[in-house]
C-alpha cells in the first residue's frame, strides 16, 4: 500500500524517491533543514513508513519468543527496537516499538508491514493476541532532540535519546504541520542518521546480512534472553567474534559532482575498479557540516586504515571504524 503524505502539498516540496516515496525528500533547502533538525527545531513527515499493532493479553509475552529483544516484561512507555531474523539469523524486519499499557505500537520499513503481518498470523497459534495493519490511519512523524513542541493528546509517543516519533492519527497531520513548522525532509533526517553510524533494514542490509555487521547487536538484540529464530547463528558469530563483514562510515571526496549510490561497489584504492570488490555502498548523504559521507558494509578482514574508492567514478572514501573487525 503506498500512501501520498498530504504535505507533499507544502510550498517548495520535493517528493522523495525509492524506498521513501510518498514523503518529501526536502522542501527546498536540504543543509538549513539539517541545520534545523540538529538545533531540535521542525519535524519529519515519516508517514509513509508502516504501522502495526498488536494488542492482547499475551502481546508482550508471545512478541518476546518472536523478537530479537527482551520485551516480555517492557514497560509502558519505554521505546525499545527488535529484529526479525530467518533461521539462519539473516535480518528479514527491523522494529521500532513501544507499549502503551494496552497496545504494542510498531513502524517499520515503508511497504514491509503486509509481510510484517503475515508472518506474525502465521506464529499466532493459541496465543490471546490481535495484530492489526493501522498504515492508513496511523503516520509516524519524527520531533529531534531538544524540540519544545508538545505532544499531541491524541498520539502514541515512542520517546528515544535521538528524539520522539509519533504516532498521529492521519487525519491530524496538516493541523501538526501548521502548528508545528518547518517540515524538514527525509534527506536531511537521511544525513544525521548515516552521520550517527545508524543502520537502516534495506539500505544497510541485504538478504545476508547478519546484526553482528551493522553493529545491532548493542540496540535490537539481547544476548541473554530465550531462545527466538536465528537465535543459534547470533550465539555463535558473538561467541567467536567474526562476522563476515563490517558496517563503515566513509568520509567521501567531497570535490566530485556525483556521490556514490546505493549498491555502488567499494574497492582497495590501490587496486581501482579493476580490483577484488571488498563491499557495497549502503547509504550516502550531503552532510551540512561533513561533507558528502555513506556508511558501506565491506568485508571484515579489510585493514581498518586501508584507503578505499568507491562508485563508478572512483570516489576517494577514508573510512573510520563502526564495527570493529
Known amino acids: 500500500m503506498s500512501l501520498n503524505s498530504p504535505l507533499l502539498s507544502l510550498p517548495g516540496a520535493v517528493p522523495a524517491e525509492g524506498p521513501d516515496e510518498g514523503v518529501a525528500a526536502h522542501y527546498g533547502d536540504l543543509f538549513r ?15 509513509h513508513r508502516g504501522v502495526v499493532t498488536v494488542s492482547g493479553d499475551d502481546r508482550l509475552s508471545w512478541l518476546h519468543l518472536l523478537l530479537t529483544q527482551h520485551v516480555s516484561e517492557l514497560p509502558a512507555g519505554r521505546a525499545t527496537e527488535a529484529l526479525i531474523l530467518s533461521a539462519n539469523g539473516h535480518i528479514e524486519h527491523a522494529l521500532y516499538l513501544v507499549d502503551d499499557g494496552d497496545t504494542v505500537w510498531i513502524h517499520t520499513e515503508p511497504g514491509g508491514q503486509s509481510a510484517l503481518i503475515a508472518y506474525l498470523e502465521s506464529m499466532r497459534f493459541f496465543y490471546r493476541v490481535e495484530i492489526a495493519d493501522r498504515t492508513a490511519e496511523y503516520a509516524v512523524v519524527y520531533l529531534p532532540a531538544g524540540s519544545i ?157 586501508a584507503h578505499l574508492i568507491a562508485g563508478p567514478d572512483a570516489t576517494a572514501a577514508a573510512q573510520e571504524t563502526v564495527v570493529q573487525p
Not at 533543514?33 to 508517514?47: H, I, M, N, P, T
Not at 552521520?195 to 533494514?201: F, K, L, M, S, V
Request: contains cysteine; hydrophobic residues 40%; charged residues 25%.
Open 33 to 47: 533543514e539539517q541545520r534545523a533538525l540538529a538545533d531540535g527545531s521542525g519535524f519529519v513527515d515519516l508517514s
Open 149 to 305: 513542541a508538545e505532544n499531541p493528546p491524541e498520539a502514541v509517543v515512542r520517546e528515544t535519546p535521538e528524539g520522539r516519533e509519533l504516532f498521529l492519527p492521519r487525519a491530524a497531520l496538516p493541523g501538526f504541520a501548521e502548528a508545528n513548522g518547518p517540515a524538514i525532509g527525509v534527506l536531511a533526517h537521511e544525513a544525521l542518521r548515516v552521520a550517527a553510524h545508524r543502520p537502516r533494514h534495506g539500505r544497510e542490509t541485504d538478504h545476508r546480512t547478519i546484526p553482528h555487521e551493522l553493529g545491532w547487536l548493542e540496540t535490537a538484540v539481547h544476548l541473554n534472553k530465550g531462545c527466538y529464530r536465528g537465535q543459534e547463528t547470533v550465539a555463535r558469530v558473538h561467541n567467536l567474534g567474526k562476522p563476515p563483514r563490517r558496517l563503515v562510515f566513509l568520509h567521501l571526496d567531497g570535490s566530485e559532482v556525483h556521490i556514490p549510490a546505493h549498491g555502488d561497489g567499494v574497492w582497495l584504492a590501490e587496486d581501482g575498479p579493476e580490483g577484488r570488490k571488498l563491499g557495497f555502498v549502503t547509504t550516502s548523504a550531503r552532510h551540512h557540516e561533513l561533507g558528502p559521507i555513506a556508511l558501506a558494509l565491506i568485508k571484515r578482514n579489510v585493514p581498518v586504515d
